[in-house]
């Protein structure tokens, strides 16, 4: 998400939060259910031992919180590649993704939880993110 090549990210929960959100790159990385060429697309080879790990890596903006099979038609390569979007799963879709420059440390949670940022996201963004320029850019449009 943080290389704005994904736009939905997908849970087993629905929420009815709307706004401002936080992407954080877990301290286990999952490689049994990683997008492993879309990974290798964004990050290079060496991904596994190169991605950010227990930090928030981009925030952007919850929008949606969809059924999966709602947008499972309207889906980039690289959604398709990074998301589980079975029938029964819900897609958050997150807009106006912006990279935190110097990922910031955060012990991360089961859920959503508050967060407050201080001032560490005072000129650590990146530009805002996108996502068919992202996807283009890494083959995955």
Same mark, same amino acid.
């Given at each position: 998400m943080a290389a704005g090549v994904k736009r939905h990210e997908t849970r087993h929960w629905a929420t009815s939060y709307r706004g401002p959100i936080a992407i954080h790159a877990a301290r286990t990385l999952d490689l049994a259910g990683a997008p492993d060429l879309? &990974?290798? %697309?964004?990050?290079?080879r060496f991904w596994p031992k190169e991605m950010p790990r227990g930090v928030v890596v981009a925030?952007?903006?919850? !929008? !949606? &919180?969809d059924p999966a099979e709602k947008v499972a038609d309207h889906l980039t390569p690289a959604d398709r590649a990074a998301g589980n979007f079975?029938?029964?799963r819900f897609a958050w879709r997150i807009e106006d993704i912006r990279r935190v420059l110097d990922p910031i440390p955060l012990v991360g949670r089961q859920r959503l939880f508050n967060w407050s940022a201080?001032? %560490?996201l005072d000129g650590n963004l990146g530009p805002m993110l996108d996502h068919g320029v992202q996807c283009r850019r890494f083959g995955w449009a």
């Open positions: 879309l &990974c290798e %697309a964004v990050s290079g925030v952007g903006y919850l !929008a !949606a &919180c079975d029938r029964g201080g001032g %560490a």
